[in-house]
């Protein structure tokens, strides 16, 4: 027997009833700020410290605090500012950690240096961020190196 439309429309209205519920215990949205936002506030500023390698046409970035959705914007505006240079070092000694999105930074402007004939090294990755590189295979294609001077040889 189909279902008739008053039908439908009483089974949405009780799912909507369900997932507003759902989202007022869950969420917490008597705070006004969803769950997911919680986990983030807790990310410590991204500091950046750009500067000139040893060796001419060498960019180095020095990374300071996690590299997360929440703070890699100015990082992201950073290395899209100009053309990179033939070798860029991004140094996260001092990432205490990494999400996906800043990963994906990473592998992006890794890709962007490759297309134009530069190179992208990353140096000082610590063994919470070398295991996400290594679940998700980067460390097979990024080059990583300990340290800003072993980057620069």
Same mark, same amino acid.
């Given at each position: 027997?189909?279902?008739?439309?008053?039908?439908?429309?009483?089974?949405?209205?009780?799912?909507?009833?369900?997932?507003?519920?759902? =989202? +007022?215990n869950?969420?917490?949205? %008597?705070?006004?700020? !969803?769950y /997911?936002?919680?986990?983030?506030?807790?990310?410590?500023?991204?500091?950046?410290?750009?500067?000139?390698?040893?060796?001419?046409?060498?960019?180095?970035?020095?990374?300071?605090?996690?590299?997360?959705?929440?703070?890699?914007?100015? =990082? +992201?505006?950073?290395?899209?500012? %100009?053309?990179?240079? !033939?070798? /860029?070092?991004?140094?996260?000694?001092?990432?205490?950690?990494?999400?996906?999105?800043?990963?994906?930074?990473?592998?992006?402007?890794?890709?962007?240096?490759?297309t134009?004939?530069?190179?992208?090294?990353?140096?000082?990755?610590?063994?919470?961020?070398?295991?996400?590189?290594?679940?998700?295979?980067?460390? /097979?294609?990024?080059?990583?190196?300990?340290?800003?001077?072993?980057?620069?040889?």
């Amino acid at each position: 027997m189909p279902i008739s439309t008053a039908a439908r429309r009483a089974h949405f209205a009780g799912s909507v009833r369900a997932a507003v519920r759902h =989202l +007022q215990n869950c969420n917490h949205l %008597a705070r006004g700020i !969803p769950y /997911t936002c919680l986990a983030m506030l807790n990310d410590g500023p991204l500091t950046i410290d750009r500067h000139e390698g040893k060796n001419p046409g060498t960019q180095v970035y020095c990374l300071s605090g996690p590299l997360t959705l929440r703070n890699l914007f100015e =990082l +992201q505006s950073e290395l899209r500012r %100009a053309l990179p240079p !033939p070798l /860029t070092i991004i140094d996260i000694t001092d990432v205490p950690y990494m999400d996906s999105a800043g990963m994906g930074l990473v592998m992006n402007h890794y890709v962007r240096c490759q297309t134009r004939g530069a190179r992208l090294v990353v140096s000082g990755a610590n063994s919470r961020v070398m295991d996400l590189f290594k679940v998700t295979k980067v460390d /097979t294609v990024l080059p990583l190196v300990a340290s800003i001077d072993a980057a620069e040889e």
